[in-house]
């Protein structure tokens, strides 16, 4: 089964639903901020997509740039930041369909094609 992290009003978020419907492709939603990830996840996450915790944080996003995230980087450990993830939806990047060992983050169509399709 697939989990799909998504925050309901992001526009991409929506668009990755609307791909998973429209291919009839099964997947179980969770809102990532009143479900955000917990540690245990986060860090099966970090190493099934290439042991850099960096790449999940939602650089665009209005909390990264509240908590000023990109001056703290140079200073913070992969745990400590995994505990940011853990208690912040928010910073993580989104959507992130999970199946198996394999994770998907953020929502491109061609590469969720090329992905689940075939």
């Known amino acids: 089964m697939r989990t799909l992290f998504h925050y309901s ?3 991409t978020c929506q668009k990755a639903r609307r791909f998973l419907d429209e291919h009839g492709i099964a997947y179980t939603p ?3 901020v ?3 990830p917990r540690v245990e996840e ?4 970090v190493k099934d997509y290439g042991n850099d915790p960096i790449r999940l944080f939602n650089t665009h ?6 908590l ?3 001056a703290k980087l140079p200073s913070l450990s992969e745990e400590q930041i995994i505990e940011l993830f853990a208690d912040d939806g928010m ?4 959507p992130i369909l999970i199946f198996g060992k394999r994770i998907l983050i953020g929502f491109n169509e061609r590469v969720w094609r090329e992905t689940l399709l075939h």
């Open 34 to 36: 009143q479900l955000p």
């Open 91 to 94: 910073l993580v990047k989104r």
């Open 9 to 11: 009003p992001c526009s």
């Open 61 to 66: 996003g209005k909390r990264y740039r509240e």
């Open 42 to 45: 986060i860090t099966v996450w």
């Open 68 to 70: 000023d995230i990109k």
């Open 30 to 32: 969770r809102h990532i």
